[in-house]
T-cell receptor, first 112, second 113 residues
Framework: DAGITQSPRHKVTETGTPVTLRCHQT?????MYWYRQDPGHGLRLIHY???????DKGEVSDGYSVSRSKTEDFLLTLESATSSQTSVYFC???????????FGSGTQLSVL | GENVEQHPSTLSVQEGDSAVIKCTYS??????FPWYKQELGKRPQLIID?????GEKKDQRIAVTLNKTAKHFSLHITETQPEDSAVYFC????????????FGTGTRLTVIP
């Protein structure tokens, strides 16, 4: 398995609270991604990063922000969590543009 | 953006039979088509992929075919085994510079012993 660690693995929070999910990689890959997985929707890209401090939006970026201060870490922040953000969040990495994508183990987030 | 449709949503086969999952895509510029297998509670894992300059690729019991003209691609699993039971996702990536993989909604495959 690719060296990707997500934390926490599970989190329950209340509507309106801020939440930060962390993705850590040991592969020194340039690209990192955050996806969310919901029944009936497959996996959808939230944000991605193509280098330190270089990020871009995906198809479902509203309500989320990201930061990448080091190659190995990519943080996803929900500034004010809503129930619609209850989902499983997967981090992924790839060595370069157009390269294979490898996923972390996921974070189950419940917003009550 | 790209739109990927996947069928069927569920598929049950007897052990030893073949399984076929089909996907269509909308963006004719898409050039990379991976397939992921996801077991319950686990991460999606890449099982095979194909690029637009190739029509077919095999890896032991699994194969993927691509028809660029019709904009569809398929996953074929032969001699299915119970451990093949999982959810399978197809995906498509657009032209160079677009890093988003667009995923289908998944197929739950059940292999009946």
């Amino acid at each position: 398995d690719a060296g990707i660690t997500q934390s926490p693995r599970h989190k329950v929070t209340e509507t309106g609270t801020p939440v930060t999910l962390r993705c850590h990689q040991t592969e020194n890959h340039r690209y990192m991604y955050w996806y969310r997985q919901d029944p009936g929707h497959g996996l959808r890209l939230i944000h991605y990063s193509y280098g330190v401090k270089d990020t871009d939006k995906g198809e479902v970026s509203d309500g989320y922000s990201v930061s990448r201060s080091k190659t190995e870490d990519f943080l996803l922040t929900l500034e004010s969590a809503t129930s619609s953000q209850t989902s499983v969040y997967f981090c992924a990495i790839s060595a370069g543009e157009g390269e294979k994508l490898f996923f972390g183990s996921g974070t189950q987030l419940s917003v009550l | 953006g790209e739109n990927v449709e996947q069928h069927p949503s569920t598929l049950s086969v007897q052990e030893g039979d073949s399984a076929v999952i089909k996907c269509t895509y909308s963006d004719s510029a898409s050039n990379y088509f991976p397939w992921y297998k996801q077991e319950l509670g686990k991460r999606p894992q890449l099982i095979i992929d194909i690029r637009s300059n190739v029509g077919e690729k095999k890896d032991q019991r699994i194969a993927v075919t691509l028809n660029k003209t019709a904009k569809h691609f398929s996953l074929h699993i032969t001699e299915t085994q119970p451990e093949d039971s999982a959810v399978y996702f197809c995906a498509a990536r657009g032209k160079t510079g677009a890093n988003n993989l667009f995923f289908g909604t998944g197929t739950r495959l059940t292999v009946i012993p």
